[in-house]
C-alpha cells in the first residue's frame, strides 16, 4: 500500500486552530482524533468486505 502525500490545504485546515502543543497531542488533540477517525474508519471496511455489503 502506498501513501501519497498530504495536500498542503489540508494541513493547513487541520492546523488552522493550533495554538499549543496540546492542541495536537493532548487528551483531546488533532493527533487522537484523527487516528480515531482513521481506525473506525478502516474496520468499517473491513466489516464491508466481511459482511459482503455495507452498513444499514
Same mark, same amino acid.
Given at each position: 500500500?502506498?501513501?501519497? &502525500?498530504?495536500? /498542503?490545504?489540508? !494541513?493547513? *485546515?487541520?492546523?488552522?486552530?493550533?495554538?499549543?502543543?496540546?492542541? #495536537?497531542?493532548?487528551?483531546?488533540?488533532?493527533? &487522537?482524533?484523527? /487516528?480515531?477517525? !482513521?481506525? *473506525?474508519?478502516?474496520?468499517?471496511?473491513?466489516?464491508?468486505?466481511? #459482511?459482503?455489503?455495507?452498513?444499514?
Amino acid at each position: 500500500m502506498t501513501v501519497s &502525500k498530504l495536500p /498542503t490545504e489540508l !494541513l493547513d *485546515e487541520l492546523l488552522s486552530d493550533y495554538k499549543k502543543p496540546e492542541d #495536537l497531542i493532548g487528551e483531546n488533540g488533532l493527533l &487522537k482524533q484523527l /487516528t480515531k477517525a !482513521l481506525v *473506525e474508519r478502516a474496520l468499517e471496511a473491513e466489516m464491508e468486505h466481511h #459482511l459482503g455489503h455495507a452498513r444499514h
